[in-house]
């Protein structure tokens, strides 16, 4: 598979994470000759809380977590790559309950103490007995410093490691926050996948971190989109150990404590961070687009047209072509189903005013527009005339490696 | 573009209706050497029910048509391809308006008794001086066998030219329904537009047009999708004649008049073989796809699980790589949104079972399912365990013929 042409010259250098030690190593679940297994260790005192994939058919790790979200005691957490253990029915349930007992052994902790996210192909029984056994040495292994490893440890067919870092400040002490993904890249038979876990060494109860984290998703990885498919396997974690309290941070009980602005802000950079690598690792992906409705009849109608025209296979095709074919835009804007004006409806590319009040602006250029349309980072901005709604999603193209990708047999 | 692997060995024949006659014509409105404007001529009595796209940017021409439904008084039908008239502002109403006027004076009708539609390129001007002068000769060339001519002129890209009929008794007197469409095919700059003109030589009210075309509808055009898009110029016509009663056709004025049974029954027939042949015409499609949901709430919900499969990227690129990847279809139905068992899942491809019970089946052979693939015609069939709730649709497969088709640049 062709590397991403986003892919990034060096990648972040992360600092530790006060009470975070983490290892990774070939388990060879699935693939051969890449690291496809991450234990990440947290000191006791640490909290969790978790948002999960929609899915009507969830993984058995995303039913574990999400059960025991938000949490006030959480130890471990286990990553595999290669099996994504979903569609798996009982057995897949009992793989998760050996994976929990396992790493709490190892933890010296309850099995409930114990996250678990797996990615990779589906309806295959995820045997434990592969890999459980590499916990010890994993659990011995284990550093302040091994974020790279973990990233690259839980990639499917991402073509490089996500990793992103943030400083922030509680009520004047400096706080952590480090984060690592997995994109919806896939390959036959793997599923799309969107894997996050984010460790801070802030003080902050599980009830607030859960609703830290449910509120940063939204215009995050919520507001992106590969190819509108959703996996059974969506996990983002927001993991605090509470180890800055030593350095004098405060402990965090309220989701409204005024001193919480800076790191929830840190919070959504970083998530926003990763959220763009992932699309720009999309697969097949050439262009990197980011989609701007404004004028809708209100916020949630805007992020609906957004996605519609995010979403839409004539626009992305369009994009991989290089083509500035705004029809395609107005289709979408069409079929969103939300209210627009289209006698008002505008749109530019970039800063290029391309229609305006329902027709072309007269002063459109086509060369223009396709010039524009050659740069590898593209905004495309409608206002669609009705009240003042507006979202903001970011997708890739759809481009003939994207089919390649998808449609090669599994084997 | 390649020919559709599907394209019939030869066109259906159309019989006459009482009451129609019909020519095509190379007007040049931006194809060459090729028909690109169809006039149908009705006669006097004629009365039509239509149904259109809820696109919010509607085209002009669907603006037009959508306000005189149903009709009492058709006299004529204009039709062009190359230029959709959608996105034109003020000026694509005068089009409309100056058309209109153009046939009215030569049906020697109100500018309100004539229908208009048009399918190609959005957001270009359509000139109707263009054209409007040709309808004179197209009202003397006018025969009541121009069927395939007429088929011919309404394509944009599709491959093939989409006739059906069928024979229906209404109260023991024999009735003609002809059709003629026109498929998703798009090329740069095209919209993705479905049109499709039925005509019949019964007698029958406007209103209960109206509801026989907006009910047949439902388990025909609107169950298929090639791509998910929705076009600007969506539009269904069901004109009546009513050129039957001379061979003593009664008039129908009730929609519930059991007399219309086998009436209702044909027109869902040919409705339903027009549907199939637009998907089959579907850009790049090579295999038409039945997906089949059952077990679900209800119908709804079927039907929308069963969109999700059919519009899924990655179901439909495993599809084109003839991979019987069913994990795929198992997102599909999770991120649906609806109830859907889990545990209960059971899918078939055609007769194969491949997963019950929420696993994959313990007889599924992946070779079988491999073998099944490799059909040009497929069913998909899942029960989502949950009620009795049920719904079909049909879709294509996505392949690289269709980013080649939509990426290429408009020039």
Same mark, same amino acid.
């Given at each position: ?79 595999? /790559?290669?099996? !994504? ?8 349930? $009992? &793989? *998760?309950?050996? +994976?929990? @007992? #396992? ?98 060494? /802030?003080?902050? !109860? ?8 449910? $509120? &940063? *998703?939204?215009? +995050?990885? @919520? #507001? ?188």
């Amino acid at each position: 598979m062709a590397q991403s042409p986003f892919t990034p010259k060096k990648s972040a250098e992360l600092p530790p994470v006060a009470g975070v030690r983490l290892a990774a190593c070939e388990a060879g679940i699935r693939y051969s000759g890449r690291k496809d297994l991450m234990l990440v260790l947290l000191d006791a005192g640490t909290c969790a809380g978790g948002v999960f994939t929609r899915s009507k058919t969830a993984s058995a790790a995303v039913d574990w977590c999400r059960a025991l979200m938000p949490s006030a005691a959480v130890r471990a957490l286990v990553v595999n /790559a290669g099996n !994504a253990n979903a569609f798996t029915g009982m057995k897949g349930r $009992e &793989a *998760v309950e050996a +994976t929990a @007992n #396992a790493a709490a052994k190892i933890a010296e902790c309850a099995a409930t103490e114990v996250l678990i996210a797996s990615t990779g192909v589906i309806g295959e029984a995820l045997d434990p007995t592969k890999f459980c056994h590499r916990l010890t040495d994993l659990a011995a292994a284990a550093t302040d410093d091994a974020w790279s490893d973990g990233a690259s440890a839980i990639m499917t067919t991402d073509t490089y490691p996500k990793l992103a870092t943030r400083k922030a400040e509680i009520d004047g002490v400096e706080i952590v926050i480090n984060g690592l993904a997995k994109g919806s890249g896939m390959i036959a038979p793997d599923m799309a996948t969107m894997l996050a876990f984010f460790f801070t060494d /802030a003080a902050i !109860a599980p009830e607030v971190l859960q609703s830290l984290c449910a $509120e &940063a *998703v939204g215009p +995050t990885f @919520n #507001a992106i989109t590969i190819d509108g498919d959703t996996s059974t396997s969506d996990t983002v974690l927001l993991l605090a150990t509470g180890g800055a309290a030593a350095r004098g941070a405060p402990h965090i009980s309220a989701a409204d404590d005024p001193r919480l602005a800076g790191f929830a802000e840190a919070l959504s950079s970083v998530m926003r961070d990763l959220a763009h690598q992932i699309v720009k690792d999309g697969e097949g992906a050439s262009k990197f687009v980011e989609v701007v409705v404004e004028g809708a009849e209100h916020d949630a109608a805007a992020r609906k047209i957004a996605f519609a025209i995010a979403n839409s296979p004539l626009v992305k095709t369009a994009l991989a072509g290089e083509d500035p074919n705004w029809g395609r835009v107005v289709m979408a804007v069409g079929k969103a189903g939300e209210e627009a004006n289209r006698d008002k409806l505008a749109i530019w590319f970039g800063d290029l005013a391309v229609a305006r009040d329902g027709e072309v602006d007269p002063d459109y250029q086509e060369n223009e527009g396709a010039r524009y349309m050659k740069n590898s980072e593209l905004v495309i901005r409608v206002d669609v005339g009705v009240a003042a709604g507006q979202a903001t999603v970011w997708t890739c193209d759809l481009t003939h490696d994207y089919i390649s990708i998808n449609a090669d047999y599994r084997s």
